[in-house]
């Protein structure tokens, strides 16, 4: 519900006057409002591993357990994350391939070991696109 709340926080504000000048919320920042459950403003291993099942189970169209190139589409299925996560080769990430990866993920961008990532740790781990 917190989290419902603060996305529409961001939205109304995002969506004032003409000509008022505001930040941009960033894809890093709606990603940590969308997963920060407790709404710490941080994302624990169980905040990062629950997002990537619900994501998980809404992409697995089929309900097989396996994440295939027609539910995730060819441009992801052939971008080197993907591929290189499907661990067996088989053309499709199992649960448990998702959950390696995350993990892995979780382990590299907690720079600093508290069990924690911030937005910090998660703007250096995916700095956003120079224009």
Known sequence: MKTHI???????ILA??????????????????????NGDQALSQAEVM??????FVASDLDGDGILEANEVGEEIATHPEFTDNDTD??????????????????????????GLLTLDELNAAYP????
């Open 50 to 55: 629950l997002d990537a099942m619900r994501g």
């Open 128 to 131: 956003a696109p120079q224009e």
């Open 6 to 12: 603060v996305a529409a926080a961001v939205a109304a």
């Open 89 to 114: 080769k088989s053309g499709g990430l199992t649960v448990d391939e998702v959950v390696a990866e995350k993990l892995a993920d979780f382990q590299a961008i907690d720079t600093n070991g508290d």
């Open 16 to 37: 004032g006057s003409a000509g008022m000048a505001y930040a941009q919320v960033t894809d890093v920042e709606v990603g940590l409002i969308k997963a920060d459950a």
